[in-house]
């Protein structure tokens, strides 16, 4: 998003969103009314749109204002990280916001954020776990600096660096029948209750597109919102799921198995997701570097 406006525009915006009132954000600020509609004024010709709706009692922000407000809180922190860093050079200081899949977030990104922390312990991150529809959309609006999200999205204006591969398996119960098999057939699944989960989720629309280039297709008897919650009834003995391995157990489970299957083999892969046109800060340029030296790899 690129706009001619001031720092100040930005915080009259932030202030009247947050207190829902001109007075009190003029207060806040310590600058006239008059002055304080001014600069909303000048930073919604800078928009091409109105921003705030007014009524006698209350100040909210438009659509448009909602959905502007997500970067112009992301730009203020990291000014203000700036200017903070500048005037501590000593400190390496700073604010990663970044979007995530929910089980990247989970499962690898801690170990990533330990080892980021200890070499830069006054670096801040804030951490969106989002879908991955969601999760590229605050990438695409600069709500986000950058994202870590599946491959396959076709956006000129987003560039996609690729971290590891996640093949879906088999999760089941360890007294489940298809336990006793090394490797599944996609099959060998059809009598036996399948959890899947729904069609807003990005896995789903992945490993749907993938079998039906095989003339595959699953017969699911129930479906989830949440990978978490497949889970869930596969311990409780409902069914058997079909996950992403880093959705799984990664130790030794006391109810859980998973099996890879095969015939084919059905992989997402996880990788960097920015705008092409952006410019990492500082802190997020170390912070990617740190998660392609640890995780570039062929497989997880």
Not at 116 to 138: E, V, W
Not at 234 to 263: K, M
Request: proline share 7%; net charge neutral.
């Amino acid at each position: 998003m690129s706009i001619n406006c001031e720092i100040l525009d930005l915080r009259a915006f932030q202030a009247v969103v947050e207190l829902e009132s001109f007075h009190r954000a003029a207060d806040t600020l310590n600058i006239s009314q008059p002055a304080l509609t001014r600069r909303i004024q000048k930073l919604e010709q800078a928009i091409g749109a109105p921003l705030l709706e007014r009524t006698t009692r209350h100040v909210a922000p438009t659509a448009m204002g909602q959905e502007v407000m997500p970067l112009v809180r992301r730009m203020l922190e990291e000014f203000d990280g700036s200017l903070f860093a500048m005037k501590d050079g000593t400190q390496r200081r700073g604010l990663i916001t970044m979007a995530c899949v929910p089980t990247a977030a989970f499962y690898f990104l801690p170990t990533v954020i330990r080892t980021f922390s200890q070499q830069y312990p006054h670096i801040r991150l804030r951490i969106r776990d989002l879908t991955a529809n969601d999760g590229l959309q605050a990438v695409a609006r600069g709500e986000v600096e950058f994202g870590i999200n599946l491959m396959g999205n076709s956006d000129p204006d987003l560039v996609f660096e690729p971290l590891i591969n996640d093949p879906f398996v088999l999760a089941m119960r360890k007294d489940h029948p298809l336990a006793a098999f090394e490797t599944i057939r996609w099959d060998q699944l059809e009598p036996y209750p399948l959890v899947v989960v729904d069609r807003s989720s990005g896995n789903r629309t992945l490993l749907d597109g993938a079998l039906a280039r095989h003339n595959l297709k699953l017969n699911w008897f129930y479906e989830v919102t949440h990978l978490n919650t497949s889970l869930g009834l596969v311990e409780a003995g409902l069914g058997i799921s079909v996950l992403p391995r880093l959705a799984t157990p990664q130790d030794d489970h006391p109810f859980l198995v998973t099996r890879p299957i095969v015939n084919p083999v059905v992989s997402r892969t996880i990788g960097i997701v920015q705008r092409r046109s952006s410019i990492l800060s500082p802190a997020a340029e170390k912070f990617v570097e740190m998660l392609l030296k640890t995780w570039k790899t062929p497989n997880p």
